[in-house]
Antibody
Framework: EVQLVQSGAEVKKPGESLKISCKASGYSFTGFWIGWVRQMPGKGLEWMGIIYPGDSDTRYSPSFQGQVTISADKSISTAYLQWSSLKASDTAMYYC???????????????WGQGTLVTVSS | QSALTQPASVSGSPGQSITISCTGTSSDVGGYNYVSWYQQHPGKAPKLMIYDVSNRPSGVSNRFSGSKSGNTASLTISGLQTEDEADYYCSSYTSSSTLFGGGTKLTVL
């Protein structure tokens, strides 16, 4: 069974750094893309970026390029999303998700983590 | 890149059929057969309902179907059930990333 287990909720202050995680199990971690999706309170889904753990090929949405960093550690089957300096507008639920197709990132996300709620407030 | 355009809300009665549209451009929806649809219930993670325009993942009811014409993709739900009430999002692969639609709230009256 494919499982994506995300790290717990975070409460941070503006300007602080943060790294949240997504631990994968039940499949070949290096063969599928892992993406991150933001959902601000009461709003829709936003595609942030995606990484292929097999070779660390990473792509970002233009809206998030330079704002976050996506990485993966294939030795522990875990993907990460990190910020160097949080803003109040980063307050949102963040989901990790696995690509539906082996090797390809074009067919959507078939499996999702439970979400990590990030709250940024002074 | 702008989000794909979906109607904010649609509604239907149990047993009826509804269709949700998703309009993009020739650079996304119209340019690739890689449109996906997701269902999201309140407080839950999204669930993949359709991928590659019209394919259903294993376990998804055949009441859900997808299609595409030009720059517009559509999700049709037939035989509406109360549990179908949820938010629905389309997404499309592009050459450099993926776009989501703004979401459509389906109300089953």
């Amino acid at each position: 069974e494919v499982q994506l287990v995300q790290s717990g909720a975070e409460v941070k202050k503006p300007g602080e750094s943060l790294k949240i995680s997504c631990k994968a199990s039940g499949y070949s971690f290096t063969g599928f893309w892992i993406g991150w999706v933001r959902q601000m309170p009461g709003k829709g889904l936003e595609w942030m970026g995606i990484i292929y753990p097999g070779d660390s090929d990473t792509r970002y949405s233009p809206s998030f390029q330079g704002q976050v960093t996506i990485s993966a550690d294939k030795s522990i089957s875990t993907a990460y999303l990190q910020w160097s300096s949080l803003k109040a507008s980063d307050t949102a639920m963040y989901y990790c998700a696995r690509s539906a197709a082996y090797y390809y990132d074009s067919s959507g996300f078939s499996d999702w983590g439970q979400g990590t709620l990030v709250t940024v407030s002074s | 890149q702008s989000a794909l355009t979906q109607p904010a809300s649609v509604s239907g009665s149990p047993g009826q059929s509804i269709t949700i549209s998703c309009t993009g451009t020739s650079s996304d929806v119209g340019g690739y057969n890689y449109v996906s649809w997701y269902q999201q219930h309140p407080g839950k993670a999204p669930k993949l309902m359709i991928y590659d325009v019209s394919n259903r993942p294993s376990g998804v009811s055949n009441r859900f179907s997808g299609s595409k014409s030009g720059n517009t993709a559509s999700l049709t739900i037939s035989g509406l059930q109360t549990e179908d009430e949820a938010d629905y999002y389309c997404s499309s692969y592009t050459s450099s990333s993926t776009l989501f639609g703004g979401g459509t709230k389906l109300t089953v009256l």
